[in-house]
C-alpha cells in the first residue's frame, strides 16, 4: 500500500525552461513533506521541505507547493538546468516520528 | 568531511549466508535508519532507531535485524539472506525525531544469489 505516489517515472524538459514534478499522498495524517534528489552511485540528498501549515515553500530555483485538500504537492524547478537531470523522490511524514514514506521517484532529464 | 560512511559499497551473498551492512555517522544525529531501494517501490524503511539503545520497526523488517550501541552506529544484519532481499540499502539518520530531514549514506548494492 504506498501512501505516497509519483505517477510520471520520468520527464523530460528543456534547460531554461520549467520543470513540474508531482505527488500525491494517501494518508491525511502527513503533515511533513520534502523532495529529495538522487544522482546515480549516490545516496539521495534533501532539497527542500514544507510542513502543512504553509500552502509554499521557496528556495532559490526550487519551489514546493502543497495542496492539502488535494492530497497532491509539488516541485516547480526554475530555470532547469543540465545539472538538475536526476532522480526526484517526495516523501512524507506524520504526526510524532520521522517515519517517512517514499514515492517511487521521478527521472528528469534537462537538455541542454 | 561530515557525513554518513556505509561499508561495504557492493556485496554478493549466497542464500542463507549471515552479512552485516555497516554504517557510521559523525554528524552526532539522534535518529538513525535503514532503508532499501527497490525499482518501482522507492525508499522503503527497514528499521530505526530514534537514540542511541533504542530501536523500532519500519514498513518492510522482517528478515533483518538493527542494534544502536552507541550514537554513531547503526549495523544492519541479515541473519540468513534470501534472494528477495537482493536491493540497494541505505542508511540514514536525522538530527530530531521529528520533522527533521534525513541525510543519506552512498549505499550498500547487495545481491543474494
Known amino acids: 500500500d504506498q501512501q505516497v505516489k509519483q505517477n510520471s517515472p520520468s520527464l523530460s524538459v528543456q534547460e531554461g525552461r520549467i520543470s513540474i514534478l508531482n505527488c500525491d499522498y494517501t494518508?491525511?495524517?502527513?503533515?511533513?513533506f520534502l523532495w529529495y534528489k538522487k544522482y546515480p552511485a549516490e545516496g539521495p540528498t534533501f532539497l527542500i521541505s514544507?510542513?502543512?501549515?504553509?500552502d509554499k515553500n521557496e528556495d532559490g530555483r526550487f519551489t514546493v507547493f502543497l495542496n492539502k485538500s488535494a492530497k497532491h504537492l509539488s516541485l516547480h524547478i526554475v530555470p532547469s538546468q543540465p545539472g538538475d537531470s536526476a532522480v526526484y523522490f517526495c516523501?512524507?511524514?506524520?504526526?510524532?516520528?520521522?517515519?517517512?514514506?517514499f514515492g517511487a521517484g521521478t527521472r528528469l532529464t534537462v537538455k541542454p | 568531511i561530515a557525513g554518513i560512511t556505509q561499508a561495504p559499497t557492493s556485496q554478493i551473498l549466497a542464500a542463507g549466508r549471515r552479512m552485516t551492512l555497516r554504517c557510521t555517522q559523525d554528524?552526532?544525529?539522534?535518529?538513525m535508519y535503514w532503508y532499501r531501494q527497490d525499482l518501482g517501490l522507492g525508499l522503503r524503511l527497514i528499521h530505526y532507531?530514534?537514540?542511541?539503545?533504542?530501536?523500532g520497526k519500519g514498513e518492510v523488517p522482517d528478515g533483518y535485524s538493527v542494534s544502536r550501541a552507541n550514537t554513531d552506529d547503526f549495523p544492519l544484519t541479515l541473519a540468513s539472506a534470501v534472494p528477495s532481499q537482493t536491493s540497494v540499502y541505505f542508511c540514514?539518520?536525522?538530527?530530531?525525531?521529528?520533522?527533521?530531514?534525513?541525510?543519506f549514506g552512498n549505499g550498500t548494492r547487495l545481491t543474494v544469489t
Open positions: 516523501a512524507a511524514s506524520a504526526g510524532d516520528n520521522n517515519d517517512m514514506r
Open positions: 514544507i510542513s502543512s501549515i504553509k
Open positions: 494518508n491525511s495524517m502527513f503533515d511533513y
Open positions: 540514514a539518520s536525522s538530527l530530531d525525531r521529528i520533522n527533521s530531514p534525513l541525510h
Open positions: 532507531s530514534n537514540t542511541a539503545g533504542t530501536t
Open positions: 554528524m552526532r544525529h539522534n535518529a
